[in-house]
């Protein structure tokens, strides 16, 4: 180790620094991919093969290098979309463009995670609309328009008890807080059951004459409930609500209007009504 240490040039250190930076962006842009799922699969059957080479066991160690033969050639065949997509994003440049749209989401996701658990913990009911590409100019353009900085202080504020905005809707979009006072059409859905109040059925109601995405929070039940093509999922974890306000925010939401399946893994336990 000493003398490979003397023997290390200033080279080879840029040459080690660049090519990891460049598997970390890559790795970037095959998270959450299925593609993703593999890398973690041929890492951990590595490092199993070089433990088993270590601790001389012939016959594990073989049959790990065989797999691993496999999935170098198999990899090119089965991932052949998000291989392309990945050289497309580097051609580009749009490796470092997510980047910054990433972090930008993260941030918008947090102000609104914020407001919305705050909501939450104090049982405050809020009804909170992220306009996609149906604009929703109908709902706000009779309501007070704020074009305001997303603040998680303004998001509560809005919603405090007493204000003469609390009991309307907010709409959002990426940018910006629309408008706040907004009053929606309550869905018609004769199954829905009967304990949902009226702020749930105008979050239901809304997404069914547009592909927005409603997140209501209930005073009665302090939950925060999910609604979109006129499908409503209730009691939405952390986790879930962060995950779907980062890709909201972070533009993956207009160019993937499936959103909603990427997010169905996570929710189907959960109870639609």
Same mark, same amino acid.
């Given at each position: ?108 996701? /947090? =102000?609104?995670?914020? $407001?919305?658990? @705050? *909501? ?6 809020? #009804?909170?609309?992220?306009?996609? !590409? ?40 990426? /940018? =910006?807080?629309?408008? $706040?006072?907004? @009053? *929606? ?6 199954? #829905?059951?009967?304990?949902?109040? !009226? ?48 890709? @909201? ?25």
């Amino acid at each position: 180790m000493s003398e490979m240490l003397r023997n290390l040039r200033w080279q080879d250190c840029v040459d080690i620094l660049v090519i990891a930076y460049m598997i970390y962006r890559v790795l970037l842009l095959l998270r959450n991919t299925r593609a993703f799922q593999l890398v973690k699969g041929f890492f951990l059957v590595t490092v199993l093969s070089f433990i088993a080479r270590g601790l001389a066991l012939d016959t594990l160690s073989w049959l790990l290098n065989q797999i691993l033969s496999l999935l170098f050639f198999a990899v090119p065949i089965i991932f052949q979309p998000e291989l392309r997509k990945v050289l497309e994003e580097l051609g580009r440049g749009g490796i470092w463009r997510r980047q910054k749209a990433l972090a930008r989401g993260e941030s918008m996701a /947090d =102000e609104v995670g914020k $407001a919305l658990s @705050y *909501l939450r913990a104090h049982k405050i009911g809020a #009804l909170v609309v992220l306009q996609r !590409t149906t604009g929703l100019k109908d709902f706000w353009s009779t309501a007070v328009k704020l074009n305001a900085e997303i603040t998680q202080e303004l998001l509560i504020s809005i919603f405090w008890v007493n204000n003469p905005l609390h009991d309307g809707a907010v709409i959002l979009d990426t /940018d =910006e807080i629309i408008a $706040a006072g907004c @009053y *929606l059409p309550l869905t018609e859905n004769a199954d #829905l059951s009967r304990w949902l109040g !009226t702020r749930h059925r105008a979050a239901i109601g809304v997404t069914e004459v547009s592909d927005c995405i409603s997140l209501v929070v209930s005073e009665e039940r302090g939950k925060i409930s999910m609604a979109i093509n006129g499908r409503l999922s209730q009691d939405l974890k952390d986790a879930q609500i962060r995950k779907l306000l980062v890709q @909201y925010f972070a533009g993956a939401d207009q160019t993937q209007q499936s959103l909603l399946e990427s997010l169905h893994d996570e929710i189907r336990s959960l109870g639609d009504d």
